[in-house]
């Protein structure tokens, strides 16, 4: 099988790209590596796999429908893996129209392209953010998620939306998996996990925003990963399914779980809590157990040894960028 893995250099696009040439398939990774933190570490995440004979990297941006043409046209795709977006909640507050143009803008672009080249099948990296500040626990695909609390979450939102309207009009086969708090090796540098260990080990203050009640589902990268190849194997139909770990776990948990593994003590800096972050995320993965055998199995405090292990055994050391 042929596939083409969409932000291929980034945290998940480049462990689902190294999964899928481990198992012995053809990836084509495109990636435009922003700014939005360091292309050096971006180009550091697809090391391992720059030189294999399976894969080819097309530096560009899914936006650009000149080069997104050109990708189909010379290349016959049996699956996208569409994981490229502008993420995180917060920034998408001060800039919602780069969110906009290119989480939605650039789904639409890439489904164009199946549509013109007989390509139609996609699975779509959607977010837990779709739920918003969602009452009933835990979060399940058939809830109502009209009510997004940032221009992040909406575009997210909107995406499935446009998936299902090339499944209905087109017969493409979509799955849009909502991933829950991603965390693991190659972690983007500004999300939590990450930021904060960084800080504990550098002795440096660590912002807490809120009381630290705030609760997430933290999901291991290396289960992300299982249950994405699940999603390839059982790809048929439009489906929404939540990727999670179905345990939640607090603010004050994860500084305490981060502060065992350091064997460091935590400076905090407490802050108001932030507009656009909610306050719980929980996955019911009932629907992800039955339609890709989906089980996790990394819990929170492996999970995090995990992470601090290769946070300190890097060759070049994130924190030290």
């Known amino acids: ?3 083409l893995v969409t932000g291929c250099a980034g945290f998940i696009g480049s462990h689902i790209t190294e999964h899928l040439l481990s198992e012995g398939y053809r990836v084509t990774g495109i990636d435009n590596f922003d700014n939005y ?7 550091q995440n697809t090391g391992k796999v720059q030189n294999h004979k ?16 050109r990708l189909f046209s010379k290349n016959k795709f049996d699956q996208v893996i569409h994981i490229a977006a502008r993420t995180g909640v917060r920034p998408s507050l001060t800039n919602p129209r780069l969110y906009y ?7 639409l672009t890439l489904l164009e392209s199946m549509k013109n080249t007989g390509i139609t099948k996609m699975i779509f ?3 837990s953010s779709v739920y918003g500040n969602n009452k009933k626990i835990p979060f399940s695909e058939s809830d109502p998620v009209d009510f997004p609390i940032s221009p992040y979450a909406a575009s997210k939102k909107a995406c499935e939306l446009l998936c299902h309207t090339y499944h209905h009009l087109c017969g493409f086969d979509i799955f849009c998996l909502r991933f829950f708090t991603v965390y693991g090796p190659r972690q983007r540098p500004e999300m939590a996990i990450h930021n904060f260990a960084r800080n504990i080990m550098d002795n440096k203050p660590i912002t807490l925003y809120g009381d630290g009640s705030s609760r997430r589902d933290y999901t291991y990268i290396g289960d992300i990963v299982r249950g994405l190849a699940g999603a390839v194997r059982n790809l048929k139909g439009y489906e929404i399914i939540n990727l999670g770990e179905s345990r ?3 603010l ?4 305490r779980l981060l502060e065992k593994s350091t064997g460091k003590k935590a ?3 407490r802050q108001p809590q932030q507009p656009g972050d909610v306050e719980i995320t929980n996955a019911d993965i009932s629907k992800a157990r039955r339609l890709l055998q989906y089980d996790p199995i990394t819990p929170i405090e492996k999970g995090i040894e995990k992470f601090i292990e290769w946070l300190v055994t890097e060759e070049e050391p994130v924190f030290n960028r």
Do not use: C, H, W
Not at 54 to 69: K, M, P, T, Y
Not at 101 to 107: A, F, I, Q, Y
């Open 248 to 250: 939640t776990v607090s």
């Open 37 to 43: 933190y360091s292309p050096r570490i971006k180009r």
């Open 267 to 269: 400076i905090i800096d």
């Open 252 to 255: 004050s948990e994860l500084i």
């Open 125 to 127: 990296a959607s977010s």
């Open 101 to 107: 143009d290119v989480n939605v803008n650039g789904t």
């Open 1 to 3: 099988m042929n596939f």
């Open 54 to 69: 399976n894969f080819q990297l097309v530096e560009g941006d899914i936006r650009n429908e000149a080069d997104v043409s």
